[in-house]
């Protein structure tokens, strides 16, 4: 793996005007919204409503930092970079490695902006909790970096990243990171339970809840992670194959 393109690979990512706005800028200015409406209601868990919210926004802002990397990589097919690749040192391994990694590299940030915010808004939390729920949201972002892998092998320069953005919503949404399930139809609770966005969230908010719902979070990650990870791995080998 070269290091000099994977650091070129995080700062082009984070000097693009869509990472601010919709990976920082939208769900930080959600969870100020919504954690200064709800910050002081407890839920049913014992939680305050303004750490849930804060934890539920960043599990949305390092999930859509993650996703966006697929937008870069349907550029680069629509631009031939695949074909210069197979004349460079650099093997298609090497090469999903670096955007797999960019994809993580970027997450970690904007779940540390999401809890300074909380942490200036006065959301108490133990060392302990703030460090396990940080580092079960950014473990938990890496099948979103394999799925935007994914999109980004199927779509076009053009069109995968309005797909990707259009995908925030149902997710965010529907996954529960925007607003509690209960406050939605029930029909929405059983939806959520399908998408990756809940489960993110459920581990993000396990280390506050001791640990409830960790195991089965674990596990569905794990699957959204290897599924589409092999089938990256073959669509990427079949576009390969055809240059």
Do not use: C
Not at 103 to 110: E, H, T
Not at 130 to 153: E, H, I, N, Y
Not at 182 to 192: H, K, N, S
């Amino acid at each position: 793996m070269n290091a000099t393109y994977l650091r070129l690979e995080i700062l082009r990512i984070a000097r693009s005007p869509q990472f601010a706005i919709f990976t920082i800028g939208m769900p930080l200015v959600m969870f100020l919204l919504f954690g200064g409406l709800f910050g002081d209601n407890v839920t049913p868990d014992g939680v305050k409503a303004g750490v849930v919210t804060m934890v539920n926004m960043a599990a949305y802002g390092a999930m859509t930092g993650a996703l966006f990397t697929g937008a870069r990589v349907a550029t680069e097919r629509t631009e031939g970079w695949q074909r210069q690749l197979r004349v460079t040192p650099m093997r298609a391994p090497g090469y999903l490695a670096v955007k797999v990694l960019s994809a993580m590299a970027v997450a970690l940030p904007v779940i540390l902006i999401i809890f300074a915010a909380g942490l200036i808004r006065g959301e108490h939390l133990t060392p302990a909790q703030w460090t396990a729920a940080l580092v079960s949201l950014w473990a938990g972002a890496l099948p979103f970096a394999v799925l935007g892998l994914l999109a980004g092998l199927h779509g076009k320069g053009d069109t995968v990243g309005a797909v990707t953005g259009a995908l925030m919503l149902p997710l965010g949404m529907f996954g529960g990171l925007w607003m509690p399930l209960e406050m939605l139809p029930d029909w929405m609770g059983t939806v959520a339970r399908f998408l990756p966005s809940y489960w993110l969230g459920t581990l993000g908010r396990a280390p506050l809840t001791h640990g409830s719902g960790t195991g089965i979070a674990v596990l569905v990650l794990a699957a959204w992670l290897v599924v589409p990870a092999l089938v990256v791995l073959r669509r990427f080998r079949l576009d390969t194959a055809k240059l």
